[in-house]
């Protein structure tokens, strides 16, 4: 059975440890139970009136307590659509080149268990969840352990190695984004069936809904060999937006779209673009990532007025990842040009198993040669999830 952490209100204020579900079909009392209002239908049970009528009061209490746009606890629950960096585990139930679920990834996650995220520990979805105060772990849509109560509080759908362009997930083998929006269709499916389709509805239009693609697509050697960045871009932007239509038609009214992290200077790029002596940042990607992203911030914001009842925002990823890289000392982060594990240069995946990892991985940046470590996860989300731009995008 699935047992992924849920934080009542209390909780997400404080200590991050959080339940294990009952593996038990939804209620209106698990729903209630899920948002930290459980003594609602409790007191009612205490004086032997538990009844259909006492259900549907309970289900119109949760509609009212996902109707406050103002705190971010408040919210029901959290979706995401991506790449590795926000992979909770998806890749280990598919064909792919892609994979995590071996040690050493996971060493510092609780237990110690290599669950598929590209990482030690806990990686942005886990933090995005947290900061709304729905849970903190994440789990992937398509562990089939998971219960209706983990799936009606949100869950990821990203795929490592996806990104907006088809080509770019086939390289690796990953879900597309268009199979992962047919997995949230999917989603729906069960919710509508299990909760209803009113509750159903509210939970999809009053939840926050996060894209992270693009960075993957960014460093795609063969797209690279066929467009110029200005072309490529474009394009990337279109299909961006195509994602965010189709994410608005299933429902959708929270869309948050991130851009193209800093890929140029992740140690495999430094590598790459740099040479092994000089390990500078590869300033050819950083640029087409900042071209995508200079061009896809106002497109979402152009896009936010013309679909109904949307709330569209462009968050940035780029600055808060390039201002940790180029001033880790404040954070006690010591080495970004190297990852933890194998040697730090070009080790991914597989590669990691030998010959070991760093003593501390809180000095380093990176885990392997793509992707940050947990502490590193943590203060990119923070600077990334901003809350002025949460406001605006609960508003």
């Known amino acids: 059975m699935a047992n992924y952490s849920i934080l009542s209100r209390e909780e997400s204020t404080g200590a991050t440890a ?15 139970e899920i948002h930290g209002h459980r003594g609602i239908l409790r007191s009612s049970e205490n004086r032997g009136t538990h009844s259909v009528f006492v259900q549907l009061v309970a289900a119109v209490s949760f509609l009212l307590i996902i109707n406050i746009p103002a705190d971010a606890a408040a919210v029901p629950a959290v979706f995401i659509f991506g790449d590795s960096l926000v992979d909770t585990g998806n ?38 969840g947290e900061i709304f105060g729905v ?22 759908f990203g795929s ?11 390289l690796t083998g990953s879900i597309t984004i268009e199979d992962q929006l047919e997995m949230y269709r999917e989603y729906k ?12 509805d509210k939970i999809i239009s009053t939840s926050p809904h996060f ?4 960075t993957n697509d960014i460093s795609n050697t063969i797209r690279r060999a066929q467009y110029d960045s200005n072309t490529y871009t474009d394009i990337l932007v279109e299909l961006a937006l195509d994602v965010v239509k189709k994410l608005h038609g299933l429902g959708a009214r929270r869309i948050g779209v991130v851009g193209a992290a800093p890929i140029g200077c992740v140690p495999l790029q430094r590598i790459l673009g740099g040479g092994l002596l000089e390990r500078h940042c590869n300033e050819e990607l950083n640029e087409a990532a900042k071209l995508f992203n200079s061009k896809l911030s106002p497109a979402i914001s152009t896009l936010n007025q013309q679909l109904p009842g949307a709330k569209i925002v462009y968050f940035d990823i780029f600055t808060p990842a390039l201002s940790l890289i180029q001033n880790p000392a404040p954070y006690g982060i010591v080495e970004v040009t190297r990852g933890c594990c194998g040697t730090g240069t070009i080790e991914l995946g597989i590669l990691c198993v030998v010959p070991g990892t760093c003593p501390d991985a809180t000095k380093y940046l990176f885990w392997d040669s793509v992707h940050p470590g947990e502490k590193a996860s943590r203060i990119i989300s923070d600077g990334t999830f901003d809350s002025a731009s949460l406001s605006t995008l609960l508003g």
Not at 211 to 214: H, S, T
């Open 189 to 200: 499916s069960k919710i509508n069936a299990s909760a209803g389709t009113e509750i159903a």
């Open 211 to 214: 894209i992270l693609l693009g």
């Open 91 to 128: 890749n280990n139930y598919i064909v792919s080149v892609a994979k995590s679920d071996f040690p050493p990834y996971g060493r510092d996650f609780p237990g110690g268990t290599a669950t598929g995220r590209f990482g030690n520990g806990r990686i942005l979805p886990d933090f995005i």
């Open 160 to 170: 490592a190695g996806a990104g907006y362009d088809p080509l770019t997930s086939t």
């Open 135 to 156: 849970k903190n772990l994440l789990p992937p849509y398509k562990d089939p352990t998971l219960q209706m109560q983990d799936l009606l509080t949100g869950v990821s």
């Open 18 to 32: 959080g339940r294990a579900m009952k593996p038990k079909s939804p209620t209106a009392t698990d729903l209630l």
